[in-house]
């Protein structure tokens, strides 16, 4: 009982962190990673009742809640990874260039 309490709670704030996220620093991430975050939501939402169902009648969202959270983090997660490997391409190709740059003029 006591887990389930902690799990309820862990849920709600991480639905105000990633719905924070999404109003605050929305330009920040791209579409996958807004996508992702709105699933993450929106589902921890969802799993609410999933949860606090403690006498285990079961509830709507028994079977794809908890699939759809993981999807979400897997979107945030996988678009994030894409986003800083981009990243560190363009560093490495930006590094390159300078010295090639540098090195032309005899430095």
């Not at 975050?37 to 589902?43: E, F, K, T």
């Not at 809640?65 to 490997?85: D, K, N, V």
Request: with cysteine.
């Amino acid at each position: 009982m006591t887990f389930a309490i902690l799990a309820l709670l862990l849920r709600v704030i991480l639905f105000v962190i990633a719905t924070g996220l999404l109003i605050w620093f929305r330009d920040v991430f791209n579409r996958g990673q807004r996508c992702g975050l709105g699933l993450v939501g929106g589902s921890s939402i969802l799993t609410l009742a999933v949860i606090a169902d403690f006498h285990k009648t079961g509830t709507p969202f028994d079977d794809w809640g908890g699939a759809l959270l993981s999807l979400g983090m897997i979107l945030f997660f996988g678009f994030t990874m894409q986003r800083y490997y981009g990243h560190m391409i363009n560093n490495k190709r930006a590094v390159r260039d300078a010295e090639r740059w540098k090195a032309q003029r005899g430095k």
